[in-house]
């Protein structure tokens, strides 16, 4: 999946599946964004950006509730959904 903003590459999705994606690159097809699925099926586990990992904690139907940076303990809670 790519986005296009006025016929300009910003940036794309490599998927395992039809829900799960694996990585987020740039417009120059460089990895933003990596994600790690262990825990439930089609909600990833981890997320590494950039030079941190986080934890990601989602509640009984998937929704993300918190992120966790592993490198410094801080907590990110999401309010009704969180964009990742």
């Known amino acids: 999946m790519a986005k296009f903003i006025d016929g300009q590459l910003q940036g794309s999705w490599l998927y395992k599946d039809q829900l799960e994606p694996i ?9 933003v964004s990596i994600f790690a699925y262990g825990e439930k099926p089609h909600v ?11 934890k990601i904690v989602s509640d ?10 592993l490198t410094t303990g801080n907590i990110g809670a999401c309010q009704g959904s969180c964009r990742l």
């Open 60 to 69: 009984h139907l998937g929704s993300v509730r918190q992120v966790i940076d």
């Open 23 to 31: 990585a987020e690159l740039d417009a120059n097809g460089d990895f």
């Open 44 to 54: 990833p586990s981890l997320m590494h950006k950039g030079n941190v990992t986080y």
